[in-house]
């Protein structure tokens, strides 16, 4: 059964973001796609160094029944569109042998906690006291600098935001409809993985957003390889 094969910047992602894939997932009615424990960067610095990004694809690349490979990183304070644009021309030099998309939170993944906050303040996470429960109301999830900050004021007296503790049961909270209307950047990584799955099912390669046209616009690179792969491969 084909997976997608996550790279990720931390500890935290390594158990929140196959949380994450398997919800979107379910959402899509692909049961037929699996997710595979990610690949830890330890840091996006590792990946934009000589070599590092290429290094952590070839790795995914060798994941058993490899389909797609999801790229999710923060963008902190740049601008996500520049960190993909670079990362997508050093893939499409490195040569494709499976799909490879590429998403960037705005800020940082904590920000889709931001844009469903109504659907975690007030409950428990893994046993742990959680964020307090109040009225809020955030005009802009993107445009806070500092989400884990922000979480960090909401948890009870001597308790604080840890990623490795928390982002997996905040993800589990996620109400993905909410961060969809609310958050560009969530609704770029849903479109991300939209892309990954149609490039298994045709069993093309890929790599997006690719910015080769003219316009400068993100666009996917479909060089098909059709009866090399198809959609139902065990």
């Not at 790599?207 to 009866?227: H, I, Y």
Request: with cysteine; hydrophobic share 40%; proline share 6%.
């Amino acid at each position: 059964m084909p997976k997608i094969v996550p790279i990720v910047e931390g500890d935290g992602e390594m158990t929140a973001a196959p949380i994450l894939f398997r919800k979107l997932l379910d959402e899509m009615n692909r049961y037929d796609i699996q997710v595979a424990s990610p690949k830890n960067a330890h840091g996006r610095g590792n990946l934009q160094k000589t070599d590092g990004l290429e290094k952590f694809v070839k790795y995914a690349w060798k994941e058993p029944d490899c389909g797609a490979i999801v790229i999710l990183l923060d963008a902190e304070q740049e601008c996500p569109k520049v960190i993909a644009k670079d990362f997508s021309q050093r893939i499409i030099a490195l040569g494709v042998l499976y799909p490879v998309v590429i998403a960037c939170a705005k800020r940082m993944y904590e920000t889709w906690f931001l844009a469903s906050m109504e659907t975690i303040v007030g409950k428990d996470l893994n046993g742990r006291p959680g964020l307090a429960n109040k009225n809020l109301t955030i005009s802009d999830v993107e445009s806070i600098k500092g989400p884990k900050g922000w979480l960090n004021d909401l948890f009870p007296p001597g308790r604080a935001y840890r990623e490795t503790a928390d982002q997996e049961a905040m993800t589990r909270l996620l109400d993905t409809s909410l961060a969809k209307e609310r958050s560009r950047s969530f609704c770029r990584l849903c479109h991300a993985l939209e892309q990954a799955l149609e490039a298994i099912d045709k069993g093309s390669k890929i790599v997006t957003p690719s910015f080769t046209n003219p316009d400068n616009e993100p666009r996917a690179m479909g060089n098909t390889v059709a009866g090399k792969r198809g959609k139902g491969r065990q």
